[in-house]
């Protein structure tokens, strides 16, 4: 991953170092977040910023490790007994953080619950939507049920997190909320949660675990970039995610700070509206509603894509901290295809291509994009914007704050949007989630912002997800990927890298993951 020097605008690190004390560290720590969890019902909202804050609370069947391999958590052993049974064998002598004794009825419980819980932010419901059955055999051995073959399973647990059934059964999102119902048997047990102001934990004296390093943890969303670094250089925080990237280079070297970097695992994609006839925010030159949406003209999406100097965008606007994105997901997850030819930036070639699509003169359009949600992306969408209207396609970029774009991309309000997908080791889940057609009644394309309809990625897909045999389910996911690319369901651009610093004597373990976790953060023995 290539990388450029550079320096960081509007204050010099030594002066601020120079000014700020850099106590030594002590029980508790503190942590700024670019982005808030958005719920502490571990059933709302599975982004990996609120999953992972979600993980100190409450615990899952199955964890995935800095590296995305699964690791045993509440459940010692998964096996499939066959094609389409699934034995799941507990931890014994575990209990919950009031002191109930946790077992199988509370993970069926916590199954049956994510299918019934509601949310505009999404819920877990997609990753329980595959088991028809379930059965508890005793109580630390429960058998699942699938109605095909459905290899995706262990996957899918460890992205659903355990409640207590006695305490969950009557409590609403609320409740969690507020933390009376968030029992759970993770590291931590929730103090107190003020949305937008901080996260308050303390460590859970009843972990079945090792004991965390910190007696207690703080988060705190802090969107603004500058603010957030700020924050780390006078001593009010130990540790911040998502260095901006025009930072990093001067970052590595000041004595008085650790950077700490991994390759990322979310992909970023344009997602062009590709559903209505009629697009909202796309107008000819005079502002006039255009009587066809253009979007839905695979030719007019090439277009867009070749109009993207992808390798600009994560020099400049990523200062060197990632790698160009030619599919929906990192080439080394599972699945990913190396027959997809490379991202070219072609801009007279895309320039032919609205003119054989019957928009010589181009058109307009509104790209919104989040701000402060993901890695540069208001840099991004405003160098995206410039770069789509060279080739004709006079774009503004619409920075919005992050509730504001959430809504918009649930209520399905916008022609061309910037959104991402963090894939955990294997690029299934996004081809269901983010490109599938949608179909709520499966659980599928529940993140598809686009409505982006493709009959054969969705064959390709299904067949994928209920193929046990990792080489054939490789090959279909392959060319269910090579069809969606193809066919330009989503516009692929950049996969940045994950990058957290902290204050001397801190050490913390990086991972491909975006989630930020005390529990990897150590004093540094």
């Given at each position: 991953m290539g990388r450029m020097a550079a320096g960081i605008a509007g204050f010099t690190i030594g002066a601020w170092l120079g000014l700020a004390a850099v106590p030594a560290l002590a029980a508790g720590l503190t942590v700024a977040l670019q982005t808030d969890a958005t719920s502490m019902d571990p059933h709302v909202a599975p982004t990996f910023t609120t999953a992972a804050l979600q993980d100190h609370i409450y615990g899952s069947l199955i964890s995935l490790d800095p590296e995305l391999r699964q690791v045993p958590n509440l459940a010692l052993r998964w096996q499939a007994v066959?094609?389409?049974?699934?034995?799941?064998?507990?931890?014994?002598?575990v209990t919950f953080s009031d002191g109930r004794a946790f077992g199988a009825e509370d993970v069926a419980f916590s199954l049956r619950r994510a299918t019934l819980v509601r949310h505009a932010a999404g819920t877990a419901a997609p990753y329980v939507k595959a088991i028809t059955?379930?059965?508890?055999?005793d109580p630390l051995r429960l058998e699942l049920q699938t109605e095909t073959p459905y290899p995706q399973l262990p996957l899918d647990l460890a992205r659903l997190r355990i409640v207590s059934a006695a305490v969950g059964e009557q409590a609403g999102t609320d409740a969690f909320n507020r933390g009376e119902a968030a029992i759970g048997t993770g590291p931590y047990v929730l103090r107190g949660w003020t949305p937008g102001e901080k996260l308050e934990l303390a460590r859970n004296l009843r972990f079945w675990g090792e004991a965390p390093e910190w007696d207690s943890v703080t988060?705190?969303?802090?969107s603004s970039d500058a603010a957030?670094?700020?924050?780390l250089l006078s001593g009010s925080v130990d540790l911040i995610d998502k260095v901006p990237t025009?930072?990093?280079a001067r970052l590595r070297r000041e004595p008085q700070v650790a950077v700490f970097a991994h390759e990322g695992n979310r992909t970023m994609f344009l997602v062009p509206d590709t559903a209505r006839e009629v697009s909202p925010f796309v107008t000819g030159h005079d502002g006039q509603p255009l009587p066809a949406n253009p979007l839905r003209d695979v030719r007019v999406r090439r277009a867009i894509s070749l109009a993207i100097n992808r390798k600009a965008l994560v020099e400049r606007v990523l200062e060197g901290e990632g790698s160009v994105a030619n599919q929906a997901a990192p080439v080394g997850m599972f699945g990913g295809s190396a027959a997809i030819p490379a991202a070219e930036w072609q801009p007279e070639a895309a320039r032919a291509l609205l003119a054989e699509a019957g928009y010589p003169q181009g058109f307009r359009l509104a790209l919104h994009c989040s701000n402060g949600r993901y890695v540069a992306d208001r840099a991004t969408c405003q160098a995206l914007a410039q770069m789509l209207t060279r080739v004709g396609i006079a774009a503004t970029a619409e920075a919005?704050?992050?509730s504001v774009f959430y809504t918009r991309m649930s209520r399905f309000d916008a022609s061309l949007l910037l959104n991402g997908w963090g894939s955990i080791g294997d690029n299934l889940v996004v081809l269901r989630q983010a490109l599938h057609s949608v179909d709520a009644a499966r659980g599928l394309g529940g993140f598809n912002?686009?409505?982006y309809a493709n009959a054969e990625l969705d064959r390709l897909t299904d067949a994928a997800a209920r193929t046990i045999d990792d080489g054939e389910r490789s090959r279909?996911?392959?060319?269910?990927m090579e069809t969606a690319m193809a066919d330009v369901g989503l516009v692929p651009l950049y996969t940045p890298a994950w990058i957290w610093a902290g204050r001397k004597g801190l050490r913390y373990t990086a991972g491909f993951d975006e989630g930020t976790f005390a529990t990897r953060a150590t004093a540094g023995r």
């Open positions: 066959d094609a389409t049974r699934w034995l799941v064998e507990l931890r014994p002598g059955g379930i059965t508890v055999l988060f705190r969303p802090i957030r670094l700020a924050a025009p930072d990093v919005e704050p992050q912002r686009g409505r279909l996911q392959q060319q269910a």
